[in-house]
C-alpha cells in the first residue's frame, strides 16, 4: 500500500481525527449554505417555507455526513472505489429501466426522506474511480494510448447515459470533471490539444454549415445557438429568461436593493428563482458586494481543497481531492456564467445555495471524501 | 501496489505541477465572472435598473370575472358591472398633488375617498397603479381622456365590479364583496396574486365569503411590452385565466322578495321557507335589511353607523344568527319524545287547573282557568302548558334532548352563510358544565314548553318543522349548484320514528289551525288543496317582575319594545302532502297566533301559488284587511314572472 507506506506512525486515530479536521473548510462550506438559507427564505417571501427550513435540515444532515465519512480512513474509500462506481452505474441503467417502462420521465430514487438523483452521484463516483485508477496504475504508463483509453471508457460510460436522460448539464461536467483529473495524473499535453483541436474545428464546421447542402445540425438548434448570442431576437421564448436574470442581476447595482427587496424576482419575471436562478435573486438584493462575497467564498474552498492536495503525499487522497475540487469549482462557474449571459441555459444548480436535496447531500459526502484525505493524509518525510 | 519511494515524489511532483496549471486557468475564469458581474452590476448598473422599472417585457395580471349568482330559477342575484374608474401611476405622475389639482379642475371627486387612495399610494411601490375614484359616470371619463396630455400618470380604465340587482332582498344570505384589506390579508392563508392588486374584491360574508375560493376563478396574466417612458407598446401574450364559477341558489327570487316585503311590514323579524322534501331553503328572510350594493361603493361612516346603532340589527341574519327561546312550538317535540319511549298513549289525559304545582313552586298555564281534562291533540290544539309541565316529568330532559337533536334542535347546519348558531338545546351534562349546578325539575317543565335554556334559530325551527312534515331527516340545502355540477342532497331518508306517532302530532297541528277551538284558528286557508298545520308560540325574554305588576303591568303593550314577549309560528302546507315548511319569528311581537301567524300564512299561500295569492284562499272574514294589506305591499314586479319565462 502505497500510503501504508509512508508513515504508519502518523496514523491518527479516535479523537484526535477531530483536531486533524480540515476546520477551515467546514465554515467555509457553512457560510456559502447560509447565504441560501437567506436567499431561499428571501424568494418564499420572508418564509422559512417552502425552501429554506427543509434546505437547513438537509444540510445539518449533509454535515453529519459529511463529518461521518471523514473519520473513515481514506484507503477505505479507495477500495471502495470501484463499487461505488458500478452501483452509481447501475443505479443509472435502473432510472433509465424504470423511465422507460412506463414510470414515466422518472430520474430519481425515493430514499424516503429525499429523491436521489444517480446523475448527481455519479460526477463524484467517477471521480473516485479515476482516482483509485490512477493511484493503481504505474505512473510511466499514464500517457500510453492503451492506458489512456480505459479512463476515456470509465468517462464515456455514465456521460452517454446520463445525456440520454437528457440531461447537458450533468453531461458537461462529467465530461470536463473526468477530463480535470486525467489532466492531473499527468496525461500528456498532447491528448488535450488534439481534444480541443477538434472541438474547435467541430464547432467551426457546425457553424459554417449554415444554410449549406451539407447542414450539419437542424434549424431550430441554431436558434438556440442564436438565441443565446443575442437573447433580444427572441425575448418571450428562451430567450426571456436569460433576458429577465440579467435585468434582475444588473440592477443590482453596488449594494442591492436590500434584502428581500428585490422588485425583478417579486413580480414573478424569472422562471426556477429558488433553483438554477437563485444567484440572479442574490446579485439583485445583495449587489456586487453580496454577489462578490460569494464568488470569494466559493474561491476560497477552491483554493483549501488545492493547499491539501499539494500538502498530501498519497496520489489518491490528492488526484481526489482535485477533482473533487473541479467538479465544485464547474458547478458554480457554468450556473453563474448561465445567469450571466456568459453561456447558454443547462441546468446546473449552485452549489449548497440552490434548494435541492440530492444536489446538496451529494456534495456534502464529497467534501466528507475530501476531508477524510485530508485527515489520514501522510504527512513529513 | 507497491510504488517506490522515488514514484511517489515524481507522483507528487506532477500533480502539484499539473494542479498549479489547473488552478491559474481557474483563476483566469474567477476572474472573468468577477468582472462580468462588475460591469453588470456596477458599470452597467444603471441601465439594467432602467430596464428594470421599465421592465421592456412586464406581466400584468388580469382579474378573473367573479362567479355569477343565481336563483333557482336563473334569475341574477349577483352580477358583474362595468366600473369606469381614474387610475394613477405615481412615478409616471411624477408631481401627484399638481396632477391631481389639475384632475379636481375637471372632475369632482369625493374628499374622502381622494384621502384614501393618497393612503393606499403611499404604502404601495411607485409603480402600482392605484384607484383615485371609481364607479365614474362614461362623461367624466371622457373628459380625462381627452385632457390626457396635462394628465400624466392617469389613466381611465374600465374594470369589472360586482352589483346585486335584487338589493336588500338578498343581502343576508349573498352577503356582498368589498375590497381586500390588511386585516383579510393577515387572516387568510392564501396566497393569490390576486388579493395583492389593489382594491381587489372579495367576498365579506354569506355565500360570497363561504364560496370565495370557488367564486374567484384563476388569475390570468398578460405579458406586455413597454417603452423606456412607461408605455404599452404592444401586448406580446396573453392567458385568460379561468373565470370564477357561476353559483345557483335553490332560494327562489320572487318568493324572497316577498317574503322580505312581508317581514318589513313587522318592526323586526326573520322567516325560513323550505321544501320538506328535498330540503331546498327557497326563502331566508330576516327584517329590516340593507343594500349590499352600499358596501360595494364603500359605505359611508355614517351610513354604517346608521346600520349598526340600528335597534333593530339591520345587519344581523335572524334567520340562521338568532336564537330564541321556541316557546310552544317545542311542544311536538316533547310530544314525540314521550310517544317514542312509549310513556304514554294518545288517549292519556291530563287534568290543567290551570297550574302545576312543584315543591312549593307554582308553574302556570298560558290560560289562568285551566284546559279541564287535556289529551295530546287538545294539549297541541290548546296549547295546554300543564300536560306538557306532566310530560317533562315523564320523560326527562335528556330524553327530551335526545328527541329534539333527531329533529336538528341544537345543531349547527353546515349552510354558506356567516355565523350561522346551533342554538341551545340542554341537557343534564350540558348544564353541570356550563353552569356547574344540578339540572332541577323545574329546568325541565320550563324546557318542556320551550322556555328557560332551549334556544333555537328560525332555519332550526324551519328544519323540526320539516322532518315532521316528511318523516325524514332532511337537510338545509342552500346551494342547488356549483359551476353547473348539482349539489348533493342529503337525508332524504326517514328519521325512524314511528308513522302513527308523526301522523298523530300533525293533526294535533291541524287542529290548531283548522278547528274552531285550536289556538291559531285566525290563520287557517281556505283551500282543501293547500290546508295549513301549525303551531304557534309566544316566547317569554323576561319575567315581568313583581314591581312591575304592583305597577298594574300584566300586557305586553304595557312594556318597552324591546322586553315584550317574541311572537313565533311553525307551519307546514299543504297538510295531505307538504310541498312548504316555514318558520317565522317576530322579534317582541307578544303574540305568535295573532302576529307571526298570518305572516307565516302569507308566506306559505304565496309559495304554494308562486305568486301573489287570491283573497279566495283566505277566511271570508279577513279577505278585506288582508286585500289592503297584500296591495300596501312594495314588491319587486318583474324578477319573479321574469325569470319563470326564463326558466
Known sequence: MSYLEHNVKTVPTGLSKLLRLNWALVLLLTAVACFGFLMLYSVAGGSMLPWAEPQMKRFALGMGMML???????????????????????????????????????????????RLQPSELSKITLVMMLAAYYDWLDIRKTSHPLWVAIPLLLIVLPTALVLTQPDLGTAILLVLGGGAVMFLAGVSWWYFAVVAGAGVGLVWAVLSSRGTDWQLIKDYQFRRIDTFLDPSTDPLGAGYHITQSKIALGSGGWTGRGFMQGTQTRLNFLPEKHTDFIFTTLAEELGFLGAISLLSLYALIILFCLASAISNKDRF????????????????????????????VVGVP???????????????????????????????? | MKRSPKDTEASVRKITRRSLVLAGAQTAVLAALGLRMRQMQVEQADEFRLLAEENRINMRLIAPARGLIFDRNGAPVAENTQNYRIVIVREDAGDVDEVIA?????????????????????????????????????????????????????????????????????????????????YDLSRIEDNDPLLQIPKFQIGKTGVENKFERDLRGKAGNKRIEVNAAGRVMRELGRDAGTPGANLQLTVDAGLQNFVEARLTLEESAAAVVMDPRNGDLLAVGSAPTFDPNAFVRGISVADYAGLTDNLYRPLANKAVQGAYPPGSTFKMVVA???????????????????????????????????????????????????????????????KIAETARRFGLGERFDIPMSAVTSGTMPDKAW???????????????????????????????????ARLASGNSIVPRLVKSVDGIEAEIEGATPMGFNENHLRLVRKGMYSVTNTRRGTGFNVRIDDDRMRLAGKSGTSQVRNITAAERARGVTQNADLPWERRDHALFVAYAPYENPTHAAAVVVEHGSAGSSVAGPVARDILLYAMHGKLPPLESYPASQRGKVGQMLNSMNLRQTTGAAARDRA
Open chain 1, 350 to 381: 449552485l452549489p449548497l445555495v440552490s434548494y435541492g436535496g440530492s444536489a446538496m447531500l451529494v456534495l456534502l459526502a464529497a467534501f466528507g471524501l475530501v476531508q477524510s484525505a485530508h485527515v489520514h493524509r501522510p504527512r513529513g518525510r
Open chain 2, 431 to 465: 348544564k353541570s358544565e356550563r353552569y356547574g349546578t344540578e339540572w332541577l325539575v323545574g329546568d325541565s317543565l320550563n324546557a318542556s314548553i320551550g322556555q328557560g335554556f332551549v334556544l333555537a334559530s328560525p332555519l332550526q325551527m324551519a328544519v323540526m318543522t
Open chain 1, 68 to 114: 461521518f465519512i471523514a473519520m473513515v480512513p481514506i484507503w477505505f474509500w479507495r477500495n471502495m472505489a470501484g463499487l461505488a462506481y458500478c452501483a452509481s452505474i447501475l443505479l443509472l441503467l435502473g432510472v433509465e429501466f424504470f423511465g422507460a417502462v412506463g414510470m414515466g420521465a422518472q430520474r430519481w430514487i425515493d430514499l424516503g426522506f429525499m
Open chain 2, 336 to 398: 314525540m319524545a314521550a310517544l317514542d319511549y312509549g310513556l304514554i298513549t294518545p288517549n292519556d289525559t291530563a287534568y290543567c287547573p290551570g297550574f302545576t304545582t312543584l315543591g312549593d313552586r307554582r308553574f302556570h298555564c298560558w290560560k289562568r282557568g285551566g284546559h279541564g281534562y287535556v289529551d295530546l291533540e287538545k294539549s297541541l290544539q290548546q296549547s295546554c302548558d300543564v300536560y306538557y309541565y306532566d310530560l317533562a316529568q315523564k320523560v326527562g330532559v335528556d
Open chain 1, 317 to 344: 487522497g490528492s488526484l481526489m481531492t482535485l477533482g473533487i475540487s473541479v467538479t465544485f469549482f464547474l458547478f458554480f462557474a457554468v450556473n453563474m456564467s448561465m445567469v450571466m449571459g456568459l453561456a447558454p
Open chain 2, 102 to 182: 389639475r384632475l379636481r379642475q375637471l372632475i369632482i371627486i369625493d374628499p374622502e375617498e381622494l384621502e384614501r387612495a393618497l393612503r393606499e399610494m403611499k404604502r404601495r411601490s411607485p409603480f402600482v397603479p392605484i384607484t383615485l375614484t371609481d364607479q365614474r359616470s362614461w362623461e367624466d371619463i371622457a373628459t380625462v381622456a381627452v385632457n390626457a396630455p396635462a394628465l400624466p400618470g392617469i389613466t381611465p380604465d374600465v374594470g369589472l365590479t360586482r352589483s346585486y340587482p335584487l338589493a336588500e332582498d338578498f343581502s343576508h344570505i349573498v352577503g356582498y364583496v368589498g375590497p381586500v384589506s390588511d
